[in-house]
């Protein structure tokens, strides 16, 4: 890229900069306050665990109680986010049988879903938590294996300071619409695309 190219793009980019931080002005009627909110990450793209485990490290930096349950994931695995909420002393639990494509029995991993469900509820409702990640919770909503009801019914009764998160891709539009914050992942590129397998510390 030649030097021109950058000045130009600088030029524009400060004047852009400098027309928004002019126009600013701070919305009124935010509310004030600890309010629990419901995230979804969602998407077909990398990082809506990486982007709930970020979430998890920074409410652990501010002293609030964390916890996940992951879906998926058996109750063996050892990946590097494993590792380290371990080392902070942040409880995760796994609550599947591995990928849905690698299953040998669906009918044990919808069992395993349901059951996880019970112990996440359990959790959701017990006031001793201020963040609750489900990850790859999506699926089982999908697949049936969780009834959408109660899973909303337990959302709605949770205290009003939980924080809850739920990941994973085709996020139903019932859970869309009842979340405070929906970020959804699409893919531009990724790395398998061009034969590069995953990467210990990245993918795992």
């Known amino acids: 890229m030649s030097d021109t190219v950058t000045a130009e793009r600088r030029a524009q980019a400060m004047q852009a900069l400098t027309e928004q931080r002019d126009a600013y002005r701070k919305r009124e009627g935010i509310s004030k306050g600890r309010r629990g909110l419901l995230i979804v990450n969602t998407g077909h793209g990398k990082g809506k665990t990486t982007a709930a485990l970020g979430l998890m490290l920074r409410a ?77 919770f999506t699926y089982p909503l999908k697949f049936g294996w969780v009834p959408w009801a109660d899973v909303e019914a337990t959302l709605r009764a949770r205290d009003p300071r939980l924080h809850v998160v739920i990941t994973g891709r085709d996020a139903l539009p019932e859970l869309v619409a009842l979340a405070d914050t929906v970020s959804e992942i699409q893919p531009v590129k990724h790395a398998y695309e061009a034969g590069i397998g995953g990467q210990s510390g990245i993918e795992y």
């Open 60 to 136: 652990h930096g501010r002293g609030l109680r964390v916890r996940m349950f992951q879906f998926l994931k058996h109750d063996t695995a050892k990946f590097g986010e494993h590792r380290t909420l371990e080392a902070l002393g942040i409880p995760c639990q796994g609550l599947g049988d591995g990928w849905t494509w690698r299953s040998k029995d669906l009918e044990n991993s919808a069992a395993l879903a349901e059951h996880g469900w019970t112990l996440a509820r359990a959790a959701i409702l017990g006031g001793e938590d201020d963040l609750i990640v489900l990850d790859e």
